[in-house]
């Protein structure tokens, strides 16, 4: 029969916030799964698709993935869409970040991703 993980005050105090501020990270982001976000990137180009998950270092895998684009680079452009499937987008080519969701606590999770 397995004992339930106890963690004594010592080991609470070396661990300091950073254990709660992880796990109130996770939970944060386990929110948006499944979410339709709408990704910009350095290039202009737009990625709408469901959120499926986000690394340490701040790349974001979207499921079902289509990509727009302006066909020419005046204002007023059309735009060109492609499906694409699972993508992933590196935080280093992201510009921005939206979660296609009304309710406050959605905008407020946008506002942690794009830090």
Do not use: W
């Not at 010592?10 to 709660?20: I, K, R």
């Amino acid at each position: 029969m397995e004992q339930p993980l106890e963690l004594s005050s010592h080991e609470l105090e070396s661990s300091g916030s950073s254990y709660f501020k992880e796990s109130t990270n996770v939970s944060r982001v386990r929110k948006l799964l499944f979410h339709r976000m709408l990704v910009g990137i350095n290039d202009g180009r737009f990625f709408y698709g469901a959120f499926h998950c986000i690394d340490k270092q701040g790349n974001i895998i979207l499921q079902d993935a289509v990509e727009y684009r302006s066909i020419r680079r005046s204002s007023p452009s059309p735009m060109e869409q492609r499906s694409l499937g699972l993508i992933l987008i590196p935080s280093s080519c992201r510009k921005s970040c939206h979660i296609d969701n009304d309710a406050i606590e959605g905008q407020l999770l946008q506002l942690s991703l794009e830090g």
